[in-house]
């Protein structure tokens, strides 16, 4: 027993922790979005609803900037608790953009993490191609696939209750998210098994669930991390509840938000593991999100 408990505090004292979670949530191009913003040249932009998500579970948010050099990169991960990788369109191809942050801020929380740092990172939709991507060092390993304005119930693997996002979930929530139209899809790109196969992927990487495209092809819904707390998932649980288009066929019952709240409170008590911190009061109000106002796109949001 003695050598146990003796292991468990050198644990705890190593990683420490938060009950105040800090998040970056890494910025994209503003290609989907320029004609929201006549007349204002943004050079990236966050979708409010990741923000409201986050704070929803009980985090803050800073908002991680694109082209910019490790050294930027590295500081932030320092000072926060976890990062998430937003849904959007942008390219991957783009030079110091998204995908270049994303490749930056994986390399370096990986190596924490291999170090016995516990540092999560989240990928939703284009995060989630983007987690691959950088996995791969770079690879473009995406299909094509047809998967708009879909809401659908998650196909679970059969030993999906091993990984850690389900482990300790309650039957309610698996039920509805077996059961229910509550993931909502909004992707032409798709990640398959046989990619992950034909990558190597597989045996870092668990495939929870997959769902089918309108055409009847197969992808990857959720995936975790087997070493690290790196999740992804295709579906959108944000906009359940923070998303109000109407064109765009959202799913808005309460299952839905609860499953969405699911999510949120998972990431962040992840991220109250490490114990990363700005080194004081000031900066850390300079960095977070507050400093910046939401722009009402909705009189530009043509129904
Ligand atoms: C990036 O990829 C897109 C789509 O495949 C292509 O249209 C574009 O020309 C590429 N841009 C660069 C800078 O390579
Ligand atoms: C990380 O941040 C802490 C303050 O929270 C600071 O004391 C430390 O020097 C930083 N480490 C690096 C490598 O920048």
Redesign the pocket.
Known sequence: MLPFCVLSLLLVQTLGATDVPIIGILSQETFSVNSLFPGINYDSFIAASYVKYLESAGARVVPIMIGKNKEYYKELINHTNGILFPGGAT?????DGYADAGQIIYDIALELNKNGDYYPIWGTCLGMELMVHVALGGKEVRSHCSATKISMPLEFKSDFRTSKLFSNAPDDIVEDLTNLDITYNSHNYCLTEETFEENNLLKDWQIISTNKDVNDFEFISVFESKKYPFYSIQFHPEKANFEFKSSLILPHSAEAIKSSQYFANFFIEETKKNSHKYPDWQSEQEALIYNYSPHFTGLQNIQ
Request: net charge neutral; charged share 0%; aromatic share 40%.
């Open positions: 390219f991957f191809n783009q030079s």
